[in-house]
């Protein structure tokens, strides 16, 4: 019996730790690309920017919620719908797309500093919510390069603002929900939105 004593504690303490919730485990970037936990919103916009830049299409998925949707603009989708596909646009779909346009930018000869650059800067009239709590919202004026991109070339940039409906999990951590993809205020033509320029790769 006292054989026996060892081992049923060892499986007690097993199927306790077994059971037992898991904090989750985010992408270790190394030393290349700058990460952060994302214990606030704001942070979550950073480290999509350099997961971005650094063409990680693990971090930039951590980035984004599993009920991640993409919305484009009303006005891209009347002007290009016929010739891109902007509907049910899901964290699946994101992935796909992003990986399409990570592998093209490798292909346009620059240096790997040079193949993709994004900006998000805070929209002044529009400030980030004080201390949030379970959703926020966070608006973005951006411009993003994908080297050799018809829609989004060094030459001619993807602008445009986003909206970004944050969400909080039972950790304390943020994701992003859903991004909302705008014109920029005045637009005139002569340039494209992100939505636009990573549909083409759809």
């Known amino acids: 019996m006292k054989r026996l004593l060892p081992i049923a504690t060892t499986i007690v303490f097993l199927a306790c730790s077994f059971f037992e919730p898991r904090e989750p485990e985010y992408p270790d970037p190394g030393e290349e690309i700058p990460w952060q936990q994302p214990y606030a919103p ?45 509907g049910d646009w899901t964290y699946e779909v994101e992935q796909n797309t992003l990986m399409n346009i990570y592998n093209f930018v490798q292909g346009s000869g620059l240096s790997r500093d040079s193949l993709i650059a994004v900006t998000m ?38 602008r445009g603002r986003i909206k970004f409906t944050m ?18 205020e005045g637009y005139s033509g002569g340039y494209y939105t992100w939505g636009v320029a990573k549909a083409s790769f759809r």
């Not at 002044?124 to 080297?147: C, M, Q």
């Not at 969400?167 to 920029?184: A, C, H, S, T």
Request: hydrophobic share 40%.
């Open 42 to 86: 704001q942070t979550v916009v950073t480290n999509l920017e350099n997961a971005m830049e650094g063409r990680s299409i693990t971090m930039s998925m951590a980035c984004l919620d599993s009920s991640f949707v993409f919305i484009a603009d009303g006005a891209d989708t009347t002007e290009f719908g016929g010739s891109f596909d902007f």
């Open 121 to 158: 800067t805070v929209v002044p009239e529009l400030p980030d919510p004080v201390a949030p709590s379970d959703s926020a919202v966070l608006w973005r004026d951006y411009e993003i390069v994908a080297a050799g991109c018809e829609y989004a070339d060094w030459q001619n940039p993807a």
């Open 167 to 184: 969400l909080e999990d039972d950790y304390g951590l943020w994701f992003v929900g859903k991004w909302n993809d705008y014109r920029p």
